[in-house]
């Protein structure tokens, strides 16, 4: 008699997805660069990227990473902190420094960009007892080292300010104005208040302060009616919004002259908001009152900066850090990325280091 036992049918195997569709030769939107999105598919597409002087969709290239080792000087056996972990590119080379037996901690305030950067730096051979991460702002840096009994402090400290490439790429984050997303500009999108809300609630006068005194704006007066006047008639919610309303407010924006100055303010401007939005001179000030007290005799810390405003604050805690007696030294002048490294990664070419040695 047959077998009439049914037959279990083999699984169906799973169908290839199909790439973005995009117009033209090339991908052009973030969402599109699915070869730049997927490195270790397509490693040799990407290196192709890279030698272009680009920074793939997705990743971020470290900036002045030589001069900060050579600064910090990180050696076997010693601890460190990455106040500002971003894609990790400072913190690999930190961890190859202090091996063995050293120690780094990983700070980031962004949910999205601090998983995959922990997975990342996981698969590249570096387990919870040489790395571990925080979801936390370096400005809470001393109670880390409580919790971590760590009272008398560290070898070396890191701090990256500003904004990763990944943040700035992916138009969903809002941290561009070059493509159109919703105007967000928080490093950790899960707390309040956006830039959006920013715009919407503060008066003119309020508006016009934070655009001087986070970006040295010249016209923030002018820019900030021009903005609470727009919002009266419509809502100002998406980053390509607020750059029109910006640029609406120069006069002869067909010379490319015009275009270009207006260009930068709007640059500035969110830049002000994403200062605002973040906090991110007062996580800074308190960083930089804590560090003495963060850092071993002769421990090291190296901060990078990339606008004014960010310098300033580093230059006079330092120099007040020396004349009271709690550096030994720091440096005099500022690092700057080479010729070649600008030419390389045009993202550096803002950049300042500064260092400082604990007495």
């Not at 991460?133 to 009994?149: C, I, Y």
Request: hydrophobic share 40%.
């Amino acid at each position: 008699m047959p077998d009439e036992t049914p037959q279990a049918t083999p699984a169906a195997a799973p169908r290839p997805t199909r790439r973005p569709r995009y117009s033209g030769k090339n991908p052009r939107k973030f969402h599109e660069k699915y070869k730049e999105l997927n490195p270790g598919r397509y490693a040799g597409d990407v290196a192709k990227v890279v030698a272009s002087g680009k920074t793939p969709a997705g990743q971020h290239r470290p900036v002045l990473v030589e001069e900060i080792l050579g600064v910090l000087a990180p050696k076997p056996g010693e601890v460190s902190v990455d106040c500002t972990l971003g894609f990790g590119g400072h913190a690999q080379r930190i961890l190859r420094a202090i091996a063995p037996g050293g120690r780094l901690f990983g700070l980031d305030v962004d949910p999205i960009e601090q998983p995959r950067t922990e997975t990342r730096l996981r698969a590249a051979g570096f387990g919870p007892d040489v790395f571990q991460v925080r979801h936390m702002n370096f400005a809470g840096l001393p109670k880390l080292l409580a919790q971590e009994n760590l009272a008398a402090g560290v070898d070396v400290v890191l701090a990256d300010l500003g904004v990763s490439s990944m943040q700035i790429d992916n138009p969903e984050r809002g941290f561009t104005y070059k493509t159109d997303g919703p105007l967000d500009l928080r490093l950790n999108p899960l707390r309040s208040p956006s830039a959006a809300d920013l715009v919407a609630k503060l008066d003119a006068a309020k508006l016009a302060t934070l655009f001087r005194d986070n970006s040295d704006e010249p016209r923030a007066d002018d820019l900030a009616a021009a903005i609470v006047s727009a919002r009266k008639a419509q809502p100002v919610t998406r980053t390509a919004q607020l750059a029109d309303i910006i640029r609406s407010a120069f006069s002869g924006g067909h010379r490319s002259s015009a275009r270009e100055l207006a260009d930068d303010t709007v640059r500035r401007i969110f830049q002000a908001l994403r200062i605002a939005v973040n906090d991110e001179f007062g996580a800074l000030d308190n960083l930089l009152r804590v560090l003495p007290a963060c850092l071993k005799s002769g421990g090291r810390v190296a901060i990078l900066t990339f606008h004014s405003g960010e310098d300033r604050r580093v230059k006079q805690a330092f120099q007040l850090g020396r004349d009271s007696g709690h550096y030994a030294a720091i440096a005099e002048e500022i690092i700057r990325p080479s010729a070649e490294e600008r030419r390389d990664n045009p993202r550096s070419s803002s950049a300042k280091l500064r260092w400082a040695i604990r007495a």
